[in-house]
């Protein structure tokens, strides 16, 4: 059984990283292992529940279905945002 995403994101759009783990983000490093973090999506939180991986100047989530015995349901890019702060964007990835 394929694991249905929760709403539906537009790919290559850039969402605002409201918090990660209930804080501010600070760096990659909090991307790593086991992460939450809560976008701004059209001014609704929505909340990513997932495993990360740090890269060079930006880090990779697999979101994980909460109903999907912890199913791959999206990957994120999360970067620096130019005014500050940080983005997350939803990449195809096979």
Excluded: N
């Excluded at 992460?35 to 930006?58: C, H, N, Q």
Aim: include cysteine; charged fraction near 15%.
């Amino acid at each position: 059984m394929l694991a249905t995403p929760p709403i539906s994101i537009c790919s290559g759009a850039s969402y605002r990283i409201v918090d990660v783990d209930g804080g501010l983000l600070q760096g990659w490093d909090q991307s790593a292992g086991q992460t939450t973090f809560t976008l701004d999506v059209a001014g609704a939180p929505y909340r990513v529940i997932g495993e990360g991986s740090v890269l060079v100047d930006t880090a990779r989530v697999h979101e994980k279905g909460l109903t999907s015995r912890g199913q791959d349901i999206r990957v994120w890019t999360i970067q620096h945002h130019p005014d500050g702060g940080f983005t997350a964007t939803h990449v195809t990835a096979y």
